[in-house]
């Protein structure tokens, strides 16, 4: 009997009073998500692969709907296909739900319900999205199919016009020893960009060129060894992965102007949703203390990454101290004093996936003795490396507990001492390659 009753009070139409009170204006905290694509030179979180997770993929909404223009997350009691006008965009229907899109209250920071518009594929995307940023304004809600969906979806301009990038390559044409060129005199010019060439800018393709194109194409895995068919040779693929990882860096370097003069304010605790909050967790993010992409909510996640970080810092004496887990006015200091050494958290990593060639592909050569705290290039060749050898880590650039697991996980399995630092024999065993799987554990 409880059964059917309750059945049938699923069935009743909704109070009147309740309908005119989800209808009409009222006020939402507006923002953006995008379906990002493989292959673009920016991502918002470093990643092709961490946007997906942060955009819930990207492809259909949570009814079913394929993503297009107009399309709008919503939390949970607003109805599919509700129509909403917002300003300066149109009107656009609900088809999508999402974990941090909610009602007000739910999250004590929010004192507003939340909307999500999604804003496009790829980087034109995430443009919008940026555009977006977090806007507060009045919407209207009208029941399904009561208005016409017309959205305007402009932008001002795509990624790469809205940064500064003062050095991008362009190679139209293969390059191999021997050739004279003006084109080899840009090659040279990105090749020494990346730290692969120290010699003079000239238009002629010498070993010492050849030389540098071999050590690019190694550690970006376009061959294997000096005898690979192209090597040393700017080729189609070779030209084609420099240009990509030139203008990567590029954006990098745009980024960290963005950085520039950055410095914590505010206190922070947990609850606490803001741009500071993304900062942070790219602090963390950086200091591989946080293994999970910044999204500006302060979580139970960023909260134990904090601690772990005052604790290192020996800003608290246990997690159990009053402070912990709390950006005060001591952590700001120790946090904004890192800002002033290193003011760019290197999030942006240059090749997150790199496609593994074979079971012994050759690592890059890496100095002795590097060890946690390292900042460097060879910090972020050796996490590029792990990360190909299938070793949880990021390309940060900086050597912290993440990339010194990975690599005590890929000593081990080689049957080498888990120091966690680069020794003689785990030097040896990187440039060798990685063993047979059947010497793994």
Known sequence: MKRLLLLTLALLPPVAGAEES????????????????????????????????????????ADGTKV?????????HIPFGTQVCIPGFGCGTVHDRGGAIVDAGVRPQWQYPRLDVWTGYGEEGLQRALQWGMTQTEVTLHPPGTVASSVNFSTTGDIMQTLHLPFLVNLPHDLQLGDTAPTVEDLHAALGYLGFYNGAGSTHYTEETRAAVLSFQRDYYVVEGPESLGAGRMGPASRAKLQQVVTQHAVAAAFAELWEGWQFTSELDEGSYSTDVYHLQQLLQREELLSRAPTGYFGSDTKAALTAFQLREHIIASPYDQ????????????????????????????DTQQPVLSATDPGPVLPLFLAVGDTSPHTQRLQRFLITQGYHTQTTGYFGPLTKAALQQYQQHMGLNPSGTIDLPTQRQIRQGRAPDDKKE
């Open 22 to 61: 989800l209808y009409g204006t009222h006020t939402y905290l507006i923002t953006g998500y995008y379906s990002p694509l493989p292959g673009q030179s920016f991502y918002a979180t470093g990643s092709y692969e961490t946007d997906l997770i942060l955009n819930g993929e990207g492809l259909q909404g």
């Open 68 to 76: 297009y223009p107009g399309m709008l997350a919503a939390p949970g």
């Open 323 to 350: 402070g912990a887990g709390r950006l005060g006015p001591r952590t700001t200091a120790r946090v904004n004093a890192l800002l002033s050494a290193s003011p760019y958290p290197e999030l942006y990593p240059l």
